[in-house]
């Protein structure tokens, strides 16, 4: 245990280098003085360990490093642990025999691999063990069960995503218009590398002839891991080629009926394998913009990849520029914290956001010319309700149609 916990507590003896900055750090930091456990929630390999980095950092600059302590859960020596939450205890215990220092900051990687973790946290939290807990979890049901009621009013949770185009364009010193117009080249070539494959950090930095070999690993690790291995399906090969079917047609619309008979299943193993897929966070199941509830949820429904990079993956996509596009722009929705929906009713509108009491209509067209200009501004022109703002978000066109403006999509998202 010993070496384990050395390698991964390397801040001990000098800090993490070579991190990217994120855009959420600045909040996590005013949460410091706050003693609620800070969770961080998001799909493998989204950041949450180098956030925990940096604030592990951060924190460095205030206490003594050996005050605090990081564990990866998801290191395979834990796996006796799986079943004995209790022997976090023994993890601390010698972390503390190592270093002679009383662990004041306590960081749980990956907390979901401990069966039991909550009652654990919620202990040392009521008991005021350290200044404060920093977990992070990779499935979204990690604070919804039976167990995590424990801690309802004790935690704080944020998201984490892979990297918007904003944080990318910040990695290569661009921050302002003029620098955007100036560095065009460099940004649309960015915009198709995110297209195409995503953002994940480790695939950013990775040259082109390793990226969708990496985003496979990606792939079959959250299949396996956080759906196949922690909900128990015994239907393996369905299940499978649910999600392949489903990355195969986001954009479209579907009912639960339609996707039990694409792969024959019946509609309630469908539905089961959607919400796996949702709570590891691989996908996101959009709702149709409605006031009623009620038929928000009879509705037909729209899917969307939380990373393009898994888009790679599927065979319908090597050519289909418009819903690769449609399928970038609801992650930056998402990554800038808007509430999503799309509407559908005789028309189609791509997506219906919400922040701040204010209501954005979106179209998402690759390339608007004479043959779709009718089809997607009367989209936004015959909504049946008021919306602050309409936008068709192009990649690289701009114009203003009545009181639809026409963005290009590194515009709107870069600056």
């Known amino acids: 245990m010993e070496k384990v916990i050395l390698s991964q507590n390397r801040h001990w ?9 994120r855009d959420v750090f600045a909040d996590l930091v005013k949460k410091l003085d706050v003693k609620h456990i800070q969770v961080l929630q998001g799909i493998r390999r989204s950041g949450k360990s180098t956030l925990f980095k940096l604030l592990i950092n951060h924190l460095s600059l205030e206490v003594d490093p050996q005050e605090i ?3 990866n859960l998801d290191d395979p020596f834990f796996i006796p642990y799986s079943d004995d939450a209790t022997k976090l205890h023994d993890v601390i215990l010698t972390a503390q025999k190592l270093t002679q220092k009383k662990i004041t900051y306590l960081f749980l990687d990956e907390v979901q691999a401990i069966n039991g973790w909550e009652r654990y946290v919620k202990s040392v939290y009521d008991n005021e063990t350290f200044k404060k807990i920093f977990i992070t979890g990779s499935n979204s049901s990690l604070l919804n069960g039976d167990l995590a009621t424990l801690l309802t009013g004790r935690y704080l949770s944020t998201k984490v995503y892979p990297l918007s185009l904003k944080e990318i364009l910040k990695i290569n010193d661009i921050t302002n218009y003029m620098q955007l117009i100036e560095h065009l080249p460099k940004v649309l070539n ?11 950090v480790e695939i950013y930095e990775s040259s082109v002839e390793f990226k969708r070999e990496i985003l496979s690993s990606y792939y079959d690790t959250i299949l396996l891991k956080d759906c196949v291995a922690n909900n ?4 393996v ?47 996101d199941e959009l709702k149709q913009y409605a006031y009623s509830l009620k038929e928000q949820n009879h509705s037909k429904k729209k899917i969307y990849a939380n990373d393009n990079g898994f888009l790679s993956l599927s065979y319908s996509f090597s050519e289909n520029s418009g819903k690769m596009l449609e399928n970038l722009v609801y992650t930056e929705l998402v990554k800038a914290n808007y509430e999503v929906y799309f509407y559908n009713k005789n028309f189609e509108c791509d997506f219906i956001a919400i922040k701040n009491d204010k209501r ?3 179209q998402v067209c690759y390339e608007l010319h004479e043959r779709n200009r009718k089809r997607e501004i009367g989209g936004l022109t015959k909504l049946p309700f008021e919306v602050d703002s309409k936008y068709i978000v192009t990649y690289n066109q701009s114009d203003m149609l009545d009181d639809v403006e026409v963005v290009k999509f590194w515009e709107y998202f870069g600056v």
């Open 69 to 71: 302590l990081y564990v």
């Open 13 to 21: 003896n000098k800090p993490y280098e070579d991190l990217y900055a």
């Open 190 to 200: 960015i915009v198709d590398n995110m297209i195409k494959y995503g953002s994940f």
């Open 360 to 362: 954005i209509a979106i």
């Open 237 to 283: 090969k369905s299940f499978k080629e649910l999600s392949f079917y489903l990355l195969s047609n986001v954009t479209a619309l579907y009912s639960y009926n339609s996707l039990a008979k694409a792969i024959d299943i019946n509609d309630k193993s469908a539905k089961e394998y959607l919400s796996y897929l949702e709570d590891s966070y691989l996908v």
């Open 232 to 235: 128990a399906i015994r239907d």
